[in-house]
């Protein structure tokens, strides 16, 4: 039953639940909103971390996750899926398989193995394997950054040169279109290879210490993007200028990196003093007696 209200794109991230709300699916959730779109989540793990970085990871039973995402596609018509942190070859597995069943449009892979900050495995061995063999191919986007795209292929990159070629490697491996991300270089240029086209795309960088979230909001936005109907080239270029600005307008909430201001649209000026109205009554109008 509807009150009349357009549904807007209903995207899911299946990623790791980050306790600063920095990264993970609360930035990826931030990040749908910030883009009209509503979003549902199915959490592979918990960690246990601060601004400071990842102390543990504590992953989902593979069972769990399967039933988590199982509910939610049988539930709501889903315009796409962003994948983040796996934890595991298990939970690799069932996206594997949850990808096969649904065939989804949009399906944005970001292959997060290890944390910016902090030692503790994101996704072990079995499970990089497993993504590197089977789940890339699954994936109408991937988004590595340059270690994580080593890590993929086994090259060395060091330069934007470094970045095409490991790009083309990935598509080699059954990639459908690779967006290799140079957050790491001194300015931050991304490279987008899809069929035999290669794109950079300069940036320019934004002098903050405020970045944990970078990898997750960019490969959300690209999601919310595409389910929006845009091209992969456009939306790659609009999350690029959405994350670019959701750093220039982040703040510090701990002792280390701060988080990307998601939501900087979203900014309430607080109702001058003396002329906003404060309801008489404790009653909120929803829950007043009826009159008759």
Partial sequence: MGNGHQTPPILLTVAGFDPTCGAGIAADLKTFAAHNCYGVAAVTALTVQSTQGVRAVHA?????????????????TLAGVKIGMLANRANASVVAEFL????????VLDPVSRPTAGDAELLDE????????????????????IPEAEFLTGMEVK??????????????MGARAVIVTGGHLDRPIDV??????????GGDHVRSPNTHGTGCTFSSAIAAQLAGG?????????????????????????????????????????????IHEVPQHGMHPASEPATH
């Avoid at 079995?126 to 950054?145: C, M, Q, W």
């Avoid at 330069?159 to 080699?172: F, I, T």
């Fill in 60 to 76: 989902i039973p593979a069972a769990t996750l399967r039933a988590q995402i199982d509910a939610l596609a049988e539930d709501a």
């Fill in 100 to 107: 096969d069943k649904y065939r989804f449009t949009h399906v």
């Fill in 126 to 145: 079995a499970g990089l394997k497993f993504v590197r063999d089977e789940l890339l191919k699954r994936a109408s986007v991937i988004t590595p950054n």
């Fill in 159 to 172: 330069d934007v040169a470094g970045m095409k070629a490991a790009g083309q490697k990935l598509l080699e």
């Fill in 192 to 201: 987008l290879c899809e069929g035999t086209e290669i794109e950079t795309f």
């Fill in 230 to 274: 845009q091209q992969l080239r456009e939306a790659v270029i609009l999350a690029k200028a959405y994350v670019t600005k959701a750093i220039e307008k982040s703040y510090q909430t701990g002792k280390g990196a701060g988080p990307l201001n998601q939501l900087f649209r979203f900014h309430q000026e607080p109702p001058a003093r003396g």
